[in-house]
C-alpha cells in the first residue's frame, strides 16, 4: 500500500501578506480609466448629474458630490477597478450612505458622501445613486502615502465670462487634458475660484464640471467672487474641515444666498489650508480677515506638525500683477495677512483673481525679505517667515488681464511701486507674465523643497475664448509650444538654527510565508500491511518532512493542516477514515507547535484522516523563522477488504491571515 501527497489550495500556499494590512480595507491596483457604464434598472426614476470627486480629510479619504432629481435616499457604491467585470459591481462592494437637501439655485437635490478607508498604490471605481438607478460608473486611483507628489493648480475657469460658454468650456477642457496627461500622476487638482460667471448659473457649473478629469482626481475647491453670491458652489463642493459660520461667509450678501467657508486638510506632507477670502472687512461686521487669521492660527497650531510644509490657498491675489493690483480690498489684505503668515511659517500662497500669473519674491512681513534676491530667479531661499506668493492665469482662456504698469505709491506695505532691479515690475514680484494663453501650475512636493512650474496648456489658437474673441496675442507656438515652461523655481526650506536631518524609511517588505516539502517528494510507501489479532491489517510509516518558513512582519498566525481521500486500487476501495497520525515537530522555530494526534477511525468508528486535520500551527506574534513538521502515520485496515495494492493523496493546505 502507499500513499502520495499532494497539495490543495495553491493560491493560500508560499503567498506574500502585507504587514499593517486591514481587514475590508478596499484594494488592487488598476489602470485609471472611466466611462464604465453601470447596469441600470429598467425604472429609471431618478436622474443623477454634476457627480465631481473632491479631495477628503486625508489621502485614504475621497468626499464626491452630485445632483439628483429626485430626494430619495442614495449613496456612493466603490469597489476596486480589479474587481469590475464587464461593467458589473461584485457583490463585495462597499458602501457610503449619502446626505443632501434641496437645491436653491435650480430644480432638484444635491447629495454629497465620504469614501473612506482607501488603500494606497490602488484603482477604484465607484459611481452614485441606489439600486434602481445608478450613475455612470468613473474610476481613480490612490498613490503612496507617503513621500513625494505633484499637484496641479489652476486659475479662474470663469466659464461664461467671455459671453460664449461653450468656447469657455472648451479651454477649461483643454487645459485639464494637456495637464493631466503631461502629469498623469499628479493627486490633486487645486482650484483658485471663479469657477463661473454667475454664482447660480447652472448651464455655467454644468460646463465647469463637463471634464473627465474632475471624476478621477480629487478636486480642492476654493470659492472666487463670482461664485459667493448663490448656494451652487456649497452643493458642487462638499469639502472637509470646513467652518460655514459667520465670519468665513461673505459680508454683505443675504444669509440664504451666499457660500463660503474656511476649510482644512492633511495631504501627505502639506497642510492645505483653503479660505473664503471674500469675507475680508472688519468694519462690515462679519469678522472678515481677522477671523480668518485666527482660524489659520489654531490650524496651523493643531495641525502644523503633521506637515512639513504649510500652503495656504485663497481667491483675492495680494501681490499680483494686472487689474486687481492696485484694488483697495487687496491692499487691507496685505495689511491684515502678510505677518500673520510669516509668522505661522506659511511656505506658499495660491491664488487667481487677477487672471495673469506672477510669482513673488519671498515676503516677510509685508516687505521683500532679501533685498538682494534676483528677479526671475530659479533658486529660492526665503529664510524665516520668507513667504512665496503666486497668481494663475486663466485656465479656461475666457478672460486674461493685462500687466499694469508700477505706481508712484513706494514699496511699502500698501505700495505698488516699482522693483528696483527691475522698473517695469511692482516691486514685489519676481516674475510676471501674461500672453494671452492658457496656463496652469504645477507644484512638485520634495521631502526638501517645494518646485514650481508656470506651464502653457494652450497658445493664440482655439480653444482660446477671449483671443478669438479678438483679444491680442503674443505668444509664438513655434518658440512657446503647449508644454512649455513660462516659470520655473525650486523653493527651499529653512531649517532654523540647527542642521535638519532627513531620511526616508521605505514600506518594510512585507515578508513571506509559504511551505514546502524537506527534499524530494517520494512516495510514502507503508509497506505490506501485517495482520493484527485477526481481526484487521496495520501499517505504519512517516509523511515526508514539512518546511515552513514564516519572514513576515506582521507576525501573523498560520496552520498547516492534511486530509486523506479513499485508498483505491482499479475499482476496489476503502476509506480514507482508517489513516491516522501523530504530528511533531522536528526542528522548532517560527513559534511551530505540533497538532494532535488522530486515532485510525478502525479504533473509534471516527473519520481520522478523512477530514482535515492540523499538522502544525503557531499564534499571532510568534517569532520569524522556520520549522520543519513530520508526524507518524497509522493505518488500520478491516479484514474484509479485498487484496491489492492501494494508494491514496494526502493533500497539504496551508492557510494564514
Known amino acids: 500500500m502507499a500513499l502520495s501527497t499532494s497539495t490543495r489550495a495553491s493560491g493560500l500556499v508560499r503567498h506574500r501578506v502585507a504587514a499593517g494590512v486591514t481587514a475590508g480595507v478596499l484594494g488592487l491596483a488598476a489602470a485609471l480609466g472611466s466611462g464604465l457604464t453601470a447596469t441600470a434598472s429598467a425604472a429609471e426614476s431618478t436622474t443623477l448629474t454634476g457627480v465631481i470627486l473632491g479631495v477628503g480629510a486625508n489621502e485614504t479619504q475621497r468626499i464626491v458630490t452630485w445632483y439628483s432629481s429626485a430626494d430619495t435616499a442614495q449613496k456612493i457604491q466603490v469597489a476596486p477597478t480589479a474587481e469590475i467585470v464587464n461593467g458589473e459591481f461584485p457583490a463585495g462592494a462597499v458602501s457610503f450612505d449619502a446626505v443632501g437637501a434641496a437645491n436653491t439655485s435650480t430644480t432638484g437635490f444635491n447629495r454629497h458622501a465620504t469614501i473612506t478607508n482607501l488603500r494606497e498604490n490602488t484603482a477604484y471605481t465607484y459611481r452614485v445613486g441606489s439600486e434602481d438607478s445608478w450613475s455612470p460608473a468613473y474610476s481613480f486611483k490612490t498613490q503612496d502615502f507617503e513621500g513625494n507628489y505633484d499637484f496641479l493648480f489652476f486659475g479662474d475657469p470663469q466659464i461664461g465670462s467671455s459671453g460664449d460658454r461653450l468656447k469657455d468650456q472648451a479651454g477649461w477642457e483643454e487645459t485639464l487634458k494637456v495637464a493631466t496627461a503631461a502629469n498623469p500622476n499628479a493627486e490633486l487638482l487645486v482650484s483658485g475660484g471663479d469657477h463661473v460667471e454667475s454664482a447660480n448659473d447652472e448651464g455655467q457649473w454644468t460646463s465647469f464640471m463637463a471634464p473627465d478629469q474632475l471624476r478621477q482626481y480629487p478636486v480642492v475647491a476654493t470659492i472666487g467672487n463670482h461664485d459667493v453670491g448663490g448656494k451652487s458652489y456649497e452643493q458642487h463642493h462638499f469639502t472637509p474641515n470646513t467652518d460655514r459660520t459667520a465670519p468665513y461667509y461673505d459680508n454683505g450678501n443675504p444669509a440664504g444666498t451666499k457660500s463660503g467657508g474656511d476649510y482644512w486638510f492633511v495631504y501627505k506632507d502639506v497642510l492645505f489650508i483653503d479660505i473664503n477670502s471674500n469675507s475680508y472687512n472688519p468694519a462690515s461686521g462679519g469678522g472678515g480677515d481677522a477671523a480668518h487669521v485666527a ?363
Not at 421 to 440: G, I, K, M, T
Not at 507 to 515: I, L, S, V
Not at 625 to 652: E, M
Open 295 to 657: 482660524y489659520i492660527t489654531d490650524v496651523v497650531n493643531k495641525h502644523g506638525s503633521e506637515a512639513k510644509w504649510k500652503v495656504l490657498v485663497y481667491h483675492h491675489s495680494i501681490y499680483s500683477p494686472a487689474s486687481h493690483a492696485t484694488d483697495g480690498d487687496n491692499k487691507q489684505r496685505r495689511e491684515d495677512f502678510t505677518t500673520a503668515f510669516s509668522n505661522l511659517g506659511i511656505d506658499m500662497v495660491l491664488q487667481g483673481h487677477d487672471h495673469s500669473y506672477s510669482r513673488s519674491y519671498a515676503i516677510k512681513n509685508g516687505q521683500k525679505a532679501n533685498p538682494a534676491e534676483q528677479p526671475g530667479a530659479a533658486e529660492v531661499y526665503p529664510g524665516p517667515g520668507g513667504v512665496i506668493y503666486v497668481t494663475a492665469n486663466s485656465a479656461s482662456g475666457s478672460k486674461y488681464y493685462d500687466i499694469k504698469k508700477p505706481d508712484s505709491t513706494g514699496t511699502g506695505i500698501r505700495g505698488n511701486g516699482p522693483d528696483p532691479l527691475n522698473p517695469n515690475s511692482y516691486w514685489y514680484n519676481s516674475v510676471q507674465n501674461q500672453e494671452h494663453v492658457r496656463s496652469y501650475v504645477k507644484v512638485q512636493v520634495r521631502g526638501d523643497k517645494l518646485v514650481l512650474e508656470n506651464l502653457r496648456s494652450g497658445t493664440c489658437a482655439a480653444p482660446n475664448a477671449a483671443v478669438e474673441k479678438g483679444l491680442s496675442c503674443t505668444n509664438t507656438a513655434e518658440g512657446q509650444p503647449i508644454g512649455s515652461i513660462v516659470d520655473n523655481v525650486t523653493v527651499h526650506p529653512y531649517h532654523g538654527d540647527g542642521q535638519a536631518i532627513q531620511v526616508n524609511v521605505p514600506n518594510p517588505a512585507p515578508g513571506e510565508f509559504g511551505w514546502t516539502i524537506d527534499g524530494y517528494n517520494g512516495l510514502v510507501d507503508l509497506g505490506t500491511a501485517q495482520e493484527r489479532n485477526g481481526t484487521y491489517f496495520g501499517a505504519t510509516g512517516k509523511i515526508n518532512p514539512i518546511l515552513v518558513s514564516d519572514s513576515r512582519r506582521s507576525l501573523a498566525p498560520w496552520s498547516i493542516s492534511a486530509n486523506v481521500g479513499d485508498f483505491q486500487d482499479g475499482d476496489k476501495t476503502f476509506s480514507g477514515a482508517n489513516l491516522g497520525w501523530t504530528p511533531y515537530v522536528l526542528d522548532a522555530g517560527a513559534g511551530a507547535e505540533a497538532g494532535a494526534p488522530v486515532l485510525s477511525g478502525y479504533d473509534d468508528q471516527g473519520k481520522g484522516l478523512s477530514v482535515s486535520s492540523a499538522l502544525g500551527s503557531a499564534a499571532q506574534g510568534h517569532p520569524r523563522g522556520g520549522a520543519k513538521l513530520g508526524a507518524d502515520l497509522d493505518l488500520k485496515i478491516p479484514d474484509s477488504v479485498a487484496k491489492g495494492s492501494y494508494r491514496a493523496t494526502l493533500t497539504i493546505t496551508a492557510l494564514s491571515s
